[in-house]
């Protein structure tokens, strides 16, 4: 087997669906991949959608919410493939985009994380490769303070990775989960998915220690992908943001080992973070920020 494909799904209404029905447009290779849907506890019909309209589907899953990472883990510790694609299940990925993406890691054999274009449901790119965050450069982060009032300050064009040629393949720092092809032999030398994180930045942090044991990272224009960016967190918009700010406590935690008197300080930014996005609702846009392009 040359391909899994791992889906995580939690609530997603019909865009699990629309998911597996995107993937069977690829065509070409279906003798080289499985499919794995492993659900967190759904309590919608996603997951008896998914059954009925695609048997041929491998399901996994628990009766509660494990977190992304451990579901991801459970998944790829039960395959043998090459590689491993992990997607969103509210991503909808254009035909050929597998294809491309397979041929570019057979090909560029220092490979070991590979990312691709991801647009919103208007059709406006959304900036999906970043730079690996620190203390300062969180602060100008796509949905900041900072980026509302000076929207083309330098510092969010670098994190965010706005100044890439988007016309070319690139080496970038990190991917974001929800469009990631993975070579097993690179997770082989650094290990699965860290389960600290619950929710966001286990890419991140997946990417760095990818990028220190000498594997490459890359973003592939011609991949392309539709996100609805998530759809299955309308109805609670506070634990989302709650486990953003979290991960990127941990992020720095674990990477860079921070004293006493800075974990306190994060503990502080983290929190007027958090409390910053839920009291301006922003995050409704990250979620679907139907009016941005990076180039823009």
Same mark, same amino acid.
């Given at each position: ?36 849907? &492993?659900? $967190?506890? +759904? ?7 998914? %059954?009925? !309209?695609?048997?041929? #589907? ?76 620190? &203390?300062? $450069?969180? +602060? ?7 980026? %509302?009032? !000076?929207?083309?300050? #330098? ?142």
């Amino acid at each position: 087997m040359q391909l899994s494909i791992v889906i995580v799904n939690y609530n997603s209404g019909d865009y699990l669906k629309n998911c597996l029905e995107s993937i069977s447009k690829n065509k070409g290779f279906k003798d080289k991949i499985n499919i794995t849907v &492993y659900d $967190n506890g +759904s309590t919608d019909n996603s997951l008896a959608f998914a %059954r009925k !309209f695609f048997p041929e #589907v491998q399901y996994m899953g628990n009766h509660t919410n494990l977190g992304f990472a451990q579901a991801v883990n459970n998944v790829i510790k039960s395959t043998k493939s090459e590689y491993i694609l992990i997607l969103n299940p509210d991503v909808v990925v254009f035909p050929m985009t597998i294809n491309l993406m397979l041929k570019f890691m057979t090909e560029n054999h220092n490979c070991g994380i590979l990312g691709g274009e991801i647009l919103n449901p208007s059709g406006f790119q959304q900036p999906t490769c970043r730079r690996f965050p620190n &203390y300062f $450069n969180v +602060s100008f982060g796509r949905r900041s303070l900072a980026r %509302r009032i !000076f929207p083309e300050n #330098v510092f969010s064009h670098q994190y965010l990775c706005l100044d890439l040629d988007y016309e070319k393949p690139q080496k970038v720092d990190f991917v974001e989960g929800s469009l990631m092809m993975i070579r097993r032999k690179a997770l082989e030398q650094v290990g699965l998915f860290d389960e600290d994180f619950f929710l966001y930045l286990e890419d991140a942090d997946i990417c760095y220690r990818i990028n220190k044991s000498g594997w490459d990272t890359w973003w592939l224009p011609e991949a392309y992908a539709i996100h609805y960016r998530g759809e299955n967190f309308r109805k609670d918009n506070i634990h989302p943001a709650m486990h953003h700010s979290k991960g990127f406590y941990t992020f720095f935690l674990k990477h860079y080992k921070p004293p006493t008197a800075v974990r306190i300080l994060l503990k502080l930014l983290m929190t007027i973070r958090l409390i910053y996005v839920i009291s301006t609702e922003s995050i409704k846009e990250v979620f679907c920020d139907i009016n941005f392009s990076p180039r823009n």
